[in-house]
Structure formats: C-alpha cells, structure tokens
C-alpha cells in the first residue's frame, strides 16, 4: 500500500531533532500522513502546534496544515517523533483520539513536501 502525505525536509529534520530531542530511543520524525491515501498531496503551509507522550513509548508533534490539525478521515496530523522498542507509529493515531494533545506556547514552521511513499 502506498501511503500519501508529506515529507518533511531533511535538514530541517536534524534540527528539530536537535531543537525538541526524542525521548524514547528511535526517533522517527518522516513525515505527515494524508487519509485517505488515495488523495493528492498538496503544497501547503504547516507547523508543528502540539505533541503528545503516552509515557509509555510513543511521543508524536501536532501539525497545522493550512491552518488545520484536522485530517479528513477524522483524525489528527502529525508527526511520529519517537517510539519505545516495540511500539509502532500507527499507535500515534490511537494516543492522539485517547489523550487528546498539549498544544505548544508558539507554532514552529516546518517545510514539507508532498510525496507518496
């Protein structure tokens, strides 16, 4: 299955990783997933505006896109930052509808690509 979204920029990567460092030990921090996958991506405009830590293994970063953290399939964007051994980034998904999310004190904008992976 091929996934639709956007990549974020690999140098741009680096530096958040170095700017907001992942707590748990592999860090993640590909991408933004569009649902349902057989829509376009798109260019827009994005910045991180939340995270979530289930304290347990999964820590993820709330995106804007476009002004909008709401996805089309009813979930929210963002970014798997960081996973616990044995943890799986699709649980992102179920932390953020359980939890809910922290919303950061500013945005920090962030450069993503549209792509399909």
Not at 85 to 97: I, Q, T, Y
Request: hydrophobic share 40%; net charge negative.
């Amino acid at each position: 299955m091929r996934i639709s979204g956007w990549k974020l920029d690999r140098t741009e990567r680096e530096r958040l990783l170095a700017e907001h460092p992942p707590r748990y030990a592999k860090a993640v921090a590909d991408h933004v997933t569009l649902k349902p996958f057989n829509l376009a991506p798109h260019e827009v405009k994005a910045s991180i505006v939340g995270r979530i830590d289930d304290e347990s293994g999964v820590e993820a970063m709330v995106v804007a896109i476009d002004g909008s953290v709401d996805r089309p399939d009813g979930s929210i964007y963002h970014i798997t930052w960081s996973l616990a051994d044995g943890r799986d980034a699709r649980e992102s998904n179920d932390v953020l509808k359980e939890r809910g999310w922290k919303e950061l004190d500013h945005p920090i904008p962030v450069t993503l690509t549209p792509a399909r992976f």
